[in-house]
């Protein structure tokens, strides 16, 4: 070979080396930003084919001077910290950076309304428009999706994180998708519910409602009626020592999800399950004797005294306290399994409450049966039992939230073998939790009288957070995906692949979830 020659081969040889890195590394590394596993399942999704890297020194800025957009850059700093290590600097700017995570309110589609988003991925940017800050922290809990899965862990991980290319374009289908829990039946510390909410955010869930008295216990401090809480909220179902939150705690679980853009739904259930209020004041019984607290797990066997002027002065005053401590515009009343009202006491009952509700400026939620009464034009039915009480309501102008409880009550069993929850309403797989659609499951009603869904975890059987995560894993990832993802883009089949990815998720937030056999879920994990 002569020496133009050589250098011609070892030119050719570099450069095919040269190639096969390139093409080595391009095979090695392909990213598909549409094959992500996403819950809820967004409106749309292009794949770019890049990486972009999450790196030590790679800085979070946010656009302009909203203080409530710099919150959610925090938030997004806060939640990266754990697993990589790195200490993301947060910074604002008036213009878009070349690099880096850029969150900003300008030039979103207003039609994609206050949650909508639309996250773009480049191998230099990543960028979350929104119409207000809510869009872009649902936006974040994309963004935290489409990292690696380790990125939920506690402690610093190995590795690299990276981010694929592309666009997702996404909003709600529907404007509340919420879960509810019952920390009346069983109590649960502010850690938990913290927790608790956490999940709801991670799945870009809106509402947290909390049943806070039953007649197993009162959970919230009413000042105007101390007893409530000092005697009212000492036990639970079994007889274990019960709890309450004081108006402190309340505030900072009001503020915790406010910071997750979760509206806390209040519930004072009544004129039945009512037991824990009877005990604690003689004077709500019409017969003037307070009534022994309460342990076991019947119901309707309670009453308050519907035709005494005591127990709407009572309402009135827990209503005050609950609107001044509760941002948000609803006031759940209960109403559900009152078998002890007569129905012509009920009806007024009912009536009177919820003007009680509106003169303290918010708009009443209550569970089927308050369609017996005449509602007021915005109050809301909540549809879990009766669907001739859910048309009643319909046929009133209401509308109905939708939380029927053959499909969305958490508290249900898998199935036989499961040793937590009843069966009353039968056993709910994963499958049943996900294959259905609101709009379509009962006669009359249909989506433009929907407000949304939830899905409501009662506590009976229920007693610590790794109990709660085990009904709630893997379901409620579900119902999130049928509250925000029009039906006709899900299909189980296709959502169950997604959901097994999640299996190694729900392990890296250390959730003791349920391994349904229906979801091939990771090996070992
Ligand atoms: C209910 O399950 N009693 C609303």
Avoid at 393 to 413: H, V
Wanted: charged letters at 20%; aromatic letters at 10%.
């Amino acid at each position: 070979m002569n020496k133009l020659k050589q250098i011609h081969a070892f030119a050719a040889l570099i450069l095919s080396s040269m190639l096969f890195v390139q093409y080595g590394c391009a095979q090695k590394q392909p990213s598909d930003l549409s094959a992500e596993s996403i819950i809820p399942k967004p409106v749309s999704v292009t794949a770019g084919g890049g990486y972009f890297n999450l790196r030590q020194g790679t800085e979070i800025i946010v656009d302009g001077s909203s203080e409530e957009l710099l919150k959610v850059g925090h938030y997004l700093a806060e939640r990266l910290r754990p697993a990589t290590g790195y200490k993301l600097e947060v910074k604002t700017a008036v213009k878009e950076p070349g690099r880096g995570i850029y969150l900003t309110l300008s030039g979103a589609d207003p039609a994609s309304g206050n949650e909508g988003y639309e996250l773009t991925v480049t191998e230099r940017l990543v960028k979350l428009t929104a119409a207000a800050p809510e869009g872009v922290f649902r936006g974040v809990q994309t963004l935290r999706q489409i990292l690696p899965a380790a990125i939920e862990k506690a402690s610093v991980q190995e590795g690299s994180w990276k981010i694929p290319t592309g666009t997702v374009t996404d909003y709600p289908d529907y404007s509340y998708r919420g879960a509810m829990l019952d920390v009346a039946r069983h109590f649960f510390s502010v850690e938990d519910v913290k927790r608790f909410t956490d999940f709801l955010a991670f799945y870009k869930m809106n509402v947290l409602h909390l049943h806070l008295s039953d007649d197993q216990g009162w959970r919230i401090e009413i000042r105007s009626w101390p007893n409530l809480t000092s005697h009212g909220g000492s036990t639970q179902v079994g007889g274990g020592k019960g709890g309450f939150y004081t108006q402190e705690q309340y505030a900072d679980i009001v503020k915790y999800a406010g910071e997750r853009y979760i509206t806390i739904v209040p519930e004072i259930d009544m004129p039945g399950h009512t037991n824990a209020a009877l005990a604690s004041y003689a004077e709500l019984n019409c017969d003037g004797k307070a009534r022994e607290l309460y342990t076991g797990t019947n119901v309707g066997f309670s009453t308050l005294c519907t035709g005494s002027e005591t127990t709407y002065k009572f309402i009135d005053d827990v209503i005050r306290e609950l609107a001044a401590m509760t941002p948000g515009r609803y006031i759940h009343i209960g109403g559900d399994e009152s078998h002890v009202t007569k129905v012509e006491d009920y009806i007024p009952f009912i009536n009177r409450v919820q003007e009680i509700v509106a003169a303290h400026g918010k708009q009443v939620i209550g569970w089927d049966e308050i369609a017996l009464a005449t509602l007021k034009p915005n109050t809301i039915a909540q549809c879990w039992a009766s669907e001739k009480n859910s048309n009643a309501a319909i046929g009133q102008g209401a509308k109905i939230l939708m939380a029927p409880a053959r499909k969305a009550y958490l508290d249900m069993q898998y199935d036989k073998t499961t040793k937590l929850g009843l069966h009353w309403a039968g056993y709910i797989e994963v499958d049943a939790a996900y294959n259905w659609d609101p709009a379509t499951l009962i006669p009359g009603i249909v989506k433009e009288n929907i407000i949304g869904i939830e899905a409501p975890l009662w506590t009976e059987t229920i007693t610590n957070i790794d109990e709660i995560e085990y009904m709630v894993f893997p379901r409620l990832p579900g119902y999130a995906e049928i509250g925000w993802t029009p039906a006709a883009s899900r299909n189980w089949d296709e959502y169950k692949m997604r959901l097994a990815s999640h299996g190694e998720r729900f392990s890296a937030m250390g959730i003791d979830y349920y391994r349904s056999p229906l979801v091939s879920w990771p090996q070992g994990k």
